[in-house]
């Protein structure tokens, strides 16, 4: 096993789906989590609350790689995300890791939705768009000024095993599988891009021992080609052997997992389900040599996950 230690800060999918990735590559990996129960075989898990900084130097004592997929409930982003990204530039800065942290798309805004690439401008209007703009713009200045060595990995909207709260998640896959009707936002003829949660874990590890010149930039994480939202439901529906029920929102109103705290936070996002979402990862691609899961095979390998997990759900009913 690498003697060098890995340490992910948050135990959400992304967070989770990475630390299994870097044991499996043969890293020393701890999690960090506030209130995480368990952490992957192969990883220890220490609890800490990150918007402390003293908490966040603790537990990440030891790091040459940190890797900052945490994230907080939506309608505290805009006051939670800025203290943590300092915590965690100051934990780096102080042990002297490396510092790989997992992005959105949100800074782009509704800029060239036809093809985003890491030279569209950044064109955010949203509050949260805005923040996410903000925090990118700090990590590069502490790159560039020697504080932490840092590389930006950004990723389109989520999909895949233990992904729930997502769009293509918990408000999708069940309905898919049980003829129930399944969640679509927006117009769903327009390209959307959409990242298997496996590919981002792999490319956040892939960054993690990147090149010293590949550090104070903003990757895009390996991504299939965007297809429209009506596609990816064509091929579910082929893959359960039916066509879907889709019951559309055309605007952000609570449904499924999605509350009412949580679609009011979200309105002012909506237009990314108006508008094409087109996330091209050809630069990482060809730096490293990297390719996404193609789409049909992420879409088996999300379905049989949701398929386990429901019968996990039946059994537990079940009278004993």
Same mark, same amino acid.
């Given at each position: 096993?690498?003697?060098?230690? &890995?340490?992910?800060?948050?135990?959400?999918?992304?967070?989770?789906?990475?630390?299994?990735?870097?044991?499996?590559?043969?890293?020393?990996?701890?999690?960090?989590?506030?209130?995480?129960?368990?952490?992957?075989?192969?990883?220890?898990?220490?609890?800490?609350?990150?918007?402390?900084?003293?908490?966040?130097?603790?537990?990440?004592?030891?790091?040459?790689?940190?890797?900052?997929?945490?994230?907080?409930?939506?309608?505290?982003?805009?006051?939670?995300?800025?203290?943590?990204?300092?915590?965690?530039?100051?934990?780096?800065?102080?042990?002297?890791?490396?510092?790989?942290?997992?992005?959105?798309?949100?800074?782009?805004?509704?800029?060239?939705?036809?093809?985003?690439? !890491?030279?569209?401008?950044?064109?955010?209007?949203?509050?949260?768009?805005?923040?996410?703009?903000?925090?990118?713009?700090?990590?590069?200045?502490?790159?560039?000024?020697?504080?932490?060595?840092?590389?930006?990995?950004?990723?389109?909207?989520?999909?895949?095993?233990?992904?729930?709260?997502?769009?293509?998640?918990?408000?999708?896959?069940?309905?898919?599988?049980?003829?129930?009707?399944?969640?679509?936002?927006?117009?769903?003829?327009?390209? &959307?891009?959409?990242?298997?949660?496996?590919?981002?874990?792999?490319?956040?590890?892939?960054?993690?021992?990147?090149?010293?010149?590949?550090?104070?930039?903003?990757?895009?994480?390996?991504?299939?080609?965007?297809?429209?939202?009506?596609?990816?439901?064509?091929?579910?529906?082929?893959?359960?052997?039916?066509?879907?029920?889709?019951?559309?929102?055309?605007?952000?109103?609570?449904?499924?997992?999605?509350?009412?705290?949580?679609?009011?936070?979200?309105?002012?996002?909506?237009?990314?389900?108006?508008?094409?979402?087109?996330?091209?990862?050809?630069?990482?691609?060809?730096?490293?040599?990297?390719?996404?899961?193609?789409?049909? !095979?992420?879409?088996?390998?999300?379905?049989?996950?949701?398929?386990?997990?429901?019968?996990?759900?039946?059994?537990?009913?079940?009278?004993?």
């Amino acid at each position: 096993m690498n003697s060098s230690l &890995h340490v992910v800060l948050g135990a959400g999918p992304a967070g989770t789906t990475l630390a299994r990735a870097l044991v499996t590559r043969g890293h020393r990996v701890r999690v960090v989590d506030r209130s995480a129960v368990e952490a992957p075989a192969g990883a220890e898990l220490r609890r800490a609350d990150l918007t402390d900084p003293e908490q966040a130097l603790r537990a990440t004592e030891g790091a040459s790689v940190l890797y900052h997929c945490v994230n907080v409930s939506y309608h505290l982003q805009v006051e939670v995300m800025p203290r943590i990204a300092r915590s965690v530039v100051g934990a780096a800065s102080h042990h002297g890791s490396r510092l790989v942290v997992l992005d959105t798309l949100y800074p782009y805004g509704e800029a060239d939705g036809e093809a985003i690439t !890491e030279s569209t401008p950044w064109a955010a209007t949203s509050r949260k768009g805005r923040m996410r703009a903000d925090l990118d713009r700090f990590y590069l200045r502490r790159h560039e000024a020697g504080d932490a060595w840092v590389a930006l990995g950004r990723s389109a909207d989520f999909f895949g095993p233990g992904v729930v709260n997502s769009t293509l998640g918990g408000a999708f896959f069940p309905g898919a599988l049980t003829d129930e009707p399944v969640l679509a936002l927006g117009d769903t003829s327009l390209p &959307h891009s959409y990242s298997f949660v496996p590919d981002v874990a792999a490319g956040l590890a892939t960054l993690g021992g990147a090149r010293e010149e590949d550090g104070g930039r903003v990757w895009h994480l390996p991504a299939v080609p965007a297809v429209t939202t009506d596609e990816v439901h064509r091929e579910v529906g082929r893959l359960v052997g039916r066509p879907l029920r889709v019951h559309r929102l055309e605007e952000a109103r609570p449904y499924g997992p999605f509350d009412e705290t949580f679609m009011a936070e979200y309105a002012e996002m909506f237009y990314q389900h108006l508008l094409p979402q087109n996330m091209v990862s050809t630069a990482f691609e060809q730096r490293f040599e990297a390719h996404p899961t193609p789409l049909l !095979e992420a879409l088996e390998s999300t379905l049989d996950w949701y398929s386990t997990q429901l019968s996990q759900a039946v059994g537990e009913r079940a009278p004993s």
